[in-house]
T-cell receptor, first 113, second 115 residues
């Protein structure tokens, strides 16, 4: 059973470009979560999705950030018009049920130049 | 605001010793707690979890203790090995807010095991 997959592992974007981060949950998991981690800090919750639904986006910045988890395919975290402050590691996690252990992917390290 | 924090940011131990990593939480409504291990350049790895109706849970070489009276969580690692060197995070979950989906992470403790 493959773990949570994320790609790309590293992404470099210039200021103003768009970043698309992909996450494929573990088989059988229908709950997906996105977190952001700045250097030497803990993970900060961004958004929680189930198939085709955003359940909790209380951690998402109001502008430029969006997330989706379509019926088919991976979950996508999209950052428009990236700025240097968006540079961070973005982790996706999945779980089989709400309020259950979340299993994390290897992360995407976004660098904005 | 609500937060999960760690008492000790760094911990150095000798191989074979037992390690104890502590975590304080402030939200009395939290009912689910998880410990994660994160190695450099990798995602957090699930270690062990505990629900608020328990005060102790054991895994392989690890034990989690929950003291709801003082809102304290600890992770004990027996016979610590060099491969245990990593950053350890506690995380909490509770039924308040928008959903159960949001884990709140502590700052992290760096564990270094010397051979």
């Amino acid at each position: 059973n493959a773990g949570v997959m994320q790609n790309p592992r590293h992404l470099v974007r210039r200021r103003g470009q768009e970043a698309r981060l992909r996450c494929s949950p573990m088989k059988g998991h229908s709950h997906v979560y996105w977190y952001r981690q700045l250097p030497e800090e803990g993970l900060k919750f961004m958004v929680y999705l189930q198939k085709e639904n955003i359940i909790d986006e209380s951690g998402m910045p109001k502008e430029r950030f969006s997330a989706e988890f379509p019926k088919e395919g991976p979950s996508i975290l999209r950052i428009q018009q990236v700025v240097r402050g968006d540079s961070a590691a973005y982790f996706c996690a999945s779980s089989p049920r709400e309020n259950n252990e979340q299993y994390f992917g290897p992360g995407t390290r976004l660098t904005v130049t | 605001g609500e937060s999960v924090g760690l008492h000790l940011p760094t911990l150095s131990v000798q191989e074979g010793d037992n390690s104890i990593i502590n975590c304080a939480y402030s939200n009395s409504a939290s009912d689910y707690f998880i410990w994660y291990k994160q190695e450099s350049g990798k995602g957090p790895q699930f270690i062990i979890d505990i629900r608020s109706n328990m005060d102790k849970r054991q895994g392989q070489r690890v034990t989690v203790l929950l003291n709801k009276t003082v809102k304290h969580l600890s992770l004990q690692i027996a016979a610590t090995q060099p491969g245990d060197s990593a950053v350890y995070f506690c995380a909490e979950n509770y039924a308040g807010g928008t959903s159960y989906g949001k884990l709140t992470f502590g700052q992290g403790t760096i564990l270094t095991v010397h051979p």
